[in-house]
């Protein structure tokens, strides 16, 4: 009888097939409200991001909100082309952003959202910024509005810069409905086809290439209802978007099951409260399978057709767990699994200087940013940066066992071969610390080999927070001692090379991540 190995082996031939590897997780990266982006610590934070990660355009919510200062003031007579006293636009503050984003060389992905107050029919509110979100009192006043703001753009940036930006119409429209109180839209479908049509035909007004798109749905709802809608009454769709969250599994539109009925936690002690939701975040994960993001993609790829499928919402939410080895493990597979089937994402933050339910002070609360409100890069901020040095040649060859995965790639600006590998599963669901033997043939040279970890003890500053008791408000010292803790170190590889085949063995623990990466 054969003896079980204690180890997986993965052996990769050096002059097999490659694909190319196009970095579209790299497309967008996501933020707060736009008010937010006049902040100078937000800019920091967003240079960095552009400089380390190489994300190209920046989306964010209520571009046209009140707290923007776009419509001053409106008197009677409003409509096409009124000016002066009959309405006052200023786009000042817009300015103000798009000029910073291009001086980075970043662009915006321009949300048309939320609802200025003189242009809402309704009440209907969000977050506690009150960010209007019913449809508008009269849908001509917003083609009007989006065609001033397009063509302010055009004048001020030139057609050729525009042209490369993308407009999405409104954000979670499926989340809300007609007379609801709170919610992202106080309408239903049908208002929100209407508002698509007039948008769509604002900008076309201005540069018929200019590029629209939606639904932006929360859980991968209304893209064959979009579709079918443009088609059949000739209105211009130029690329997709949803969003996609893992915990969509149970309270999502569209796929979610069932809903966790655990009490209130009024009057409940603070001891009682952190009880409470750790039973709530353990059972919800119970139920939500590994690769769930990928699959799901897949579903919306086939509704979308040959039409661009841009993600501009994802993120594993899973609480604490998001900000450690969880989430940069979740962040590696998802991205690496869905390159070919997403042609855009956006991860949903790039900082926690993010105000829906008001700026936050506990610096790893699970909260959506890859930074602290401090700037401090979380696990998955470590894994963009993993991702971001991979070369553009991926191997056909991919390895898949257990809780396993390994993507090899190839690097030609550096002469290099690399090995992503990825110990990951859902939360609450089994996973152990495993041992990969890798071998790679057909190698006729060999310099050296370094290998680039995330895991519990590797670019995790979660770990070391808890080590300082927890604190809520950072002192400075806290602050460079946490960034120190999240760094991750390139280090020496042995390797074991005969003139052919190059040897190595790497012990991957419970959601981590390694990069290895061989120099020919």
């Known amino acids: 009888m054969t003896e079980r190995q204690d180890f997986m082996e993965y052996i990769l031939d050096i002059n097999s097939p490659v694909h190319p590897l196009n970095h579209y997780w790299e497309l967008c990266v996501g933020s707060g409200h736009a008010v937010l982006a006049l902040r100078e610590d937000y800019r920091q934070q967003l240079a960095k991001c552009a400089r380390e990660l190489g994300f190209r355009y920046v989306r964010f919510h209520g571009l046209f909100s009140d707290d923007m200062s776009v419509c001053l003031s409106v008197r009677r007579g409003f409509g ?55 449809p508008p009192n009269d849908y001509d006043r917003w083609e009007w509005l989006v065609e001033q703001f397009a063509s302010h753009c055009v004048d001020r940036y030139g057609l050729d810069e525009v042209r490369q930006w993308y407009f999405e119409v409104w954000n979670e429209p499926n989340l809300g409905g007609r007379g609801a109180s709170h919610g992202f839209w106080g309408g239903d479908l049908e208002d929100y086809l209407k508002l698509y049509d007039h948008s769509a035909a604002g900008l076309k007004k201005v540069d018929q290439r200019l590029r629209v798109g939606g639904p932006s749905t929360a859980d991968n709802e209304w893209v064959p209802e979009l579709i079918r809608h443009c ?188 090995i992503l590998i990825v110990n990951h599963n859902s939360l609450e669901h089994p996973i152990e610390d495993e041992t990969v033997q890798i071998k790679m043939t057909g190698v006729q040279t060999f310099a050296a080999a370094t290998i680039e970890r995330i895991d519990e003890t590797h670019g995790n500053p979660v770990r070391r927070w808890h080590e300082l008791g927890e604190p809520d408000y950072l002192t400075q010292n806290q602050i460079s001692d946490l960034e120190a803790a999240s760094y991750v170190k390139v280090e020496a590889l042995k390797i074991d090379y005969d003139g052919d085949t190059l040897t190595t063995s790497v012990d991957i623990p419970a959601m981590g991540v390694a990069l290895i990466t061989v120099f020919l």
């Open 80 to 134: 096409p082309g009124a000016i002066g006293g009959e309405v006052r636009l200023s786009f000042t503050n817009i300015d103000s952003i798009f000029d910073f984003l291009l001086s980075i060389g970043m662009k915006p992905f321009v949300e048309l959202s939320f609802m200025p107050e003189v242009l809402t029919s309704g009440t209907t509110t969000l977050f506690h910024w009150k960010a209007l979100t019913s």
């Open 231 to 418: 088609s059949e009454n000739n209105v211009p769709l130029d690329f997709i978007t949803t969003h996609n969250y893992a915990t969509d599994l149970l309270t999502g539109p569209r796929h979610g099951q069932q809903k966790l009925q655990l009490g209130s936690f009024k009057d409940m002690s603070d001891e009682d409260r952190k009880r409470q939701m750790n039973t709530m975040r353990k059972r919800r994960w119970e139920t939500i399978p590994r690769g769930i993001l990928t699959d799901w993609a897949k579903e919306v790829r086939e509704e979308a057709g040959d039409l661009p499928l841009i993600y501009t919402e994802w993120n594993p939410q899973g609480g604490e767990a998001t900000d450690g080895p969880f989430g940069s493990s979740f962040t590696v597979k998802t991205v690496m699994d869905n390159h070919g089937i997403v042609d855009g994402y956006s991860y949903w933050t790039f900082s926690d200087i993010f105000e829906e339910q008001g700026m936050p002070h506990v610096p790893f609360a699970g909260t959506f940013g890859m930074q602290t409100i401090q700037g401090i890069p979380k696990a998955p901020y470590r894994a963009f940066q993993l991702l971001h040095k991979l070369g553009f040649e991926e191997y056909d060859h991919q390895y898949a066992e257990g809780n396993i995965d390994i993507y090899a790639v190839r690097k030609e600006a550096s002469s290099a071969i690399q």
